[in-house]
Structures are given as structure tokens and as C-alpha cells.
């Protein structure tokens, strides 16, 4: 807790001296915003950027399995996921939905960009928005391998409008806001009202905002961040994540919004693993 008292006095000190650092929150400008367009309007969605997520497996390729249209048993595995939780968030009428877990490296933003992107190939009749919302560590936009100038974390200090920071895809219903640049200050911004302008922003524009979040044992970003979307979903990981750890986590999330949870690393069983014997082979096209 001291470390966090720590840091936000020495971030009130810096706004005070007027260093202008992108984690701390900045006054709006007086002028009109595209950010108050009416509901539905895709004036600023279609200017934002156009980039291409690699479809080939070089690279941070698993966060993209599904992208990479193999017919590998871990794709088949967020298809199955994203086909079970399209049916939780229609029934519960989730608009936003965040991934978090206990601790790092648990498979939060594998699971993000993997369900953003199977549910946008479930339901090409909705948009989505894949949003990185770990403002300490970053990895959306190097999970997905593609580039971005401006991130998220400007948008939520009020640096810049959310058009600058958003991205289409090739994927035409799915859009990305990246986060570049890690903050130990992150929480400021996630505390700050912009986080729920920007969501309102996103709501009238996207059926489904899916949120990667950073490890809720490890800071109070995800707390904060929480408190602001519809349901969470929970990542652990086979060999990675400890019964304590989820009994922390456990205790330390709301309930009320929690609508499952999804185990990631398991070991594939045989008859699963003969599971792609029934697609074309990679090259040949979507079955
Ligand atoms: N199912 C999986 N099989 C193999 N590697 C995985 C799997 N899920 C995640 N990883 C790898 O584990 C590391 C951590 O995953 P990541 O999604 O970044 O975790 P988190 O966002 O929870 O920190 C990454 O290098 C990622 O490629
Ligand atoms: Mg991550």
C-alpha cells in the first residue's frame, strides 16, 4: 500500500509541476469531440488506421491460432470457448467483458486476442473491439504482431481522442486499441473518469468490448477496471497457475459479475488431437 500512496504523490507532483506524463490525467478540451458523436455514427471508426494481423505462425502466433486458421487442437479450443461465452453474453446482455487472472503469464492476453477474434468469426453481423487494458505490461498489439503509434493509455490520461489510438483490422468486424507504453501509474488512469467515457465511447459503436487486463493479485488496475465493465471472465493456466493464488483471486474479485472461467495450457486428449484429421489441410482454405 505504501508503494501505491508513493506513487501517487509523486505523480500529483509531476501534474503539479506540469510535466505533462501521459499517465497522469490532463483537463479535456473545451472544443466539440468526436468522442460526443451521436450513438451509432462511424465517422471516427472509419478514419481510425488499417493494419494487417499477420496470418501466418511466425512470430507470437498462438495469440493468433485462431487468425492463423489452423486446424490446431488450441484454435479449436477458443472456437469452442468463444461459441460457449457469444451464447453467456447474448443471454446476459454483457457488452463489455474483461479477462483478467490471478497472477502473469497465465494466458489473459492469448485469451483475449484468440476469443476477440473467434467471436468476431462466429457472429460477423456484430462489431468488436479488442482492448488492452494492461496499462503496466502491454502485449496486445506484439500478441497480434502488428504496430501501433498511439495507445490507449493517451486516450485514458486525455492526451488524445480514442479514434487516434483505434485500429481496423482485415478482419472487418473486429477493431483494436492497443496500449504501448506500461505505466507503474496505470491505476490513475484506470481510476480516472475517462475509462468510463471511453467505454461509453466504444458502446455505441461495438456489440462486444473484450478487455485484456493485467493480474489482479498484482496491482489495483483490474479492481478498478472491474468496477466499470458488465462480467469478467477468469484465465487460469494448467502448470502455471497455484491453488492459492485462484483462492486469492477468488477473494479478491466480485462475484456478481463473474461468468466463468476458462483453463488455459491443458494437455490435449488423444481423441481431441485427431480433432483436425477432419479439416482441409493449412493452405487449403476455410472449411
Ligand atoms: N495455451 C498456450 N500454450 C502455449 N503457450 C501459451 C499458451 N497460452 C499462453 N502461452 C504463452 O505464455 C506466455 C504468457 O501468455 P500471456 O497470454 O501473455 O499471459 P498473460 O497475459 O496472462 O500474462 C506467452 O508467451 C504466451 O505465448
Ligand atoms: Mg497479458
Known sequence: MGEISDALRR???????????????????????????????????????????????????????????????????????????????????????ALTSALRGEGKTTSACNLALALADLSSDKRFVLVDLDLRRPAVAAGLSIEAEVGVERVLSGFAEPEAALLRTQVPNLDVLPALHGSPYAHQSLASP??????????ARYDTIVLDTSPVLLAPDTTLTLARVDAWLLISAVGVTRQRALRELFAAIPRDRLLGALVNRTSTPRHV???????????????
Open 194 to 203: 475517462e475509462l468510463p467515457r471511453l467505454l461509453e465511447w466504444l458502446e
Open 273 to 287: 488431437s485427431q480433432y483436425g484429421y477432419y479439416h482441409p489441410p493449412p493452405g487449403a482454405g476455410r472449411p
Open 11 to 97: 505523480a500529483r507532483e509531476r501534474e503539479e509541476g506540469g510535466a505533462g506524463d501521459p499517465a497522469s490525467p490532463a483537463p479535456r478540451p473545451a472544443s466539440p469531440s468526436p468522442r460526443d458523436a451521436a450513438p451509432g455514427s462511424d465517422a471516427a471508426r472509419d478514419s481510425a488506421a488499417q493494419v494487417e494481423i499477420p496470418a501466418g505462425r511466425s512470430g507470437a502466433w498462438r495469440s493468433r491460432a485462431v487468425l492463423v486458421r489452423s486446424s490446431g487442437a488450441a484454435a479449436e479450443r477458443f472456437r469452442q470457448a468463444a461459441l460457449r461465452l457469444r451464447r453467456e453474453l447474448g443471454e446476459r446482455g454483457v457488452r463489455s467483458l
